[in-house]
């Protein structure tokens, strides 16, 4: 019995993306904008107009194409230093995801391994994990990067350690709390007294039937990430101010956004789509979870 509920928790992964995909528009318009982005986030910097504009070389004539509208020579437009949005916008989508699936997927795994411990095993672990938890979610990561580029400079490790010590525990405490439910369960307590390890419990019956959910939870947290990671980058706390990061872009046109709106407006809305793709395709997989949430949204799409 628990094995063929371990299995049917594996292959309901498949099972929800394919009802999504039949029922829900959203979840097809989520899908194809995630695809677009990734393939975007791969074949970037070889499909930029300018590749070295997008890295943040200042072109040879910054002056004569300095603050150029979108047209037929730059589909964009340029910045003030004459560097190709269009091609900033292409090359910085890689780094863009990267630190966001860097840190869903790393917060995600510590997250659920801590989370499910504290479920199973009680006392004293449950009461520390909570509590060192607790303390996390309590902090901005925009304090933690202020934190750790103080201490250890500006980078990438800036901008995925401080949205990592805040988004660890989110997980954890999502995966604590499905964990604990199931943990409770008769066929639980029967197989501790039938002498099954602990790890086999944990592994094939516990962490089985808790990944579904928390991993539809994550993908819908991409989107979140990414905001989070522009936000950081936009303050100028995590990467340096050449490098080809949306947040960044968007920051070097700020100051600009009058007569030269085009530098910040294509970036953010970068941002904007691919946050809302990652939401889309999330939120259509939870209905599929809970019935009643989708009953609540069907007149909507």
Known sequence: MMNKGHRSNLGGLGELARRAWSRSLRFRAGVVIVVVMVAVAILGPFIAPYPSDGWGAVPPKAAERAGKPPGPEFLLGTDHLGRDVLSRILVGAW????????????????????????????????????????????????????????????????????????????????????ARSIAEMEYITLAKLAGVPGRRILVRHIAANVLPPVLVQAITDVGSVLLEAAAINFLGLGLPP?????????QNGFKYVISMPWISLFPGLFILLTALGFSMLGDSLREELDPKMRRRWRLWF
Do not use: K
């Open 95 to 178: 780094l863009a995801l990267a630190q966001s699936l860097a840190v869903i997927s790393i917060g995600l795994a510590l997250g659920l391994l801590l989370g499910i411990c504290a479920a199973y095993y009680r006392q004293a672990i449950e009461a520390t994990i909570n509590y060192i938890a607790e303390v996390f979610l309590a902090l901005p990561a925009v304090i933690l990067a202020l934190a750790l580029r103080m201490v250890l400079g500006q980078g990438i490790h800036v901008v995925i350690g401080s949205l990592l010590l805040t988004w660890w525990p989110w997980y954890a405490r999502v995966a604590y709390v499905y």
């Open 242 to 250: 050449d490098a080809p990061d949306w947040g960044i872009i968007v």
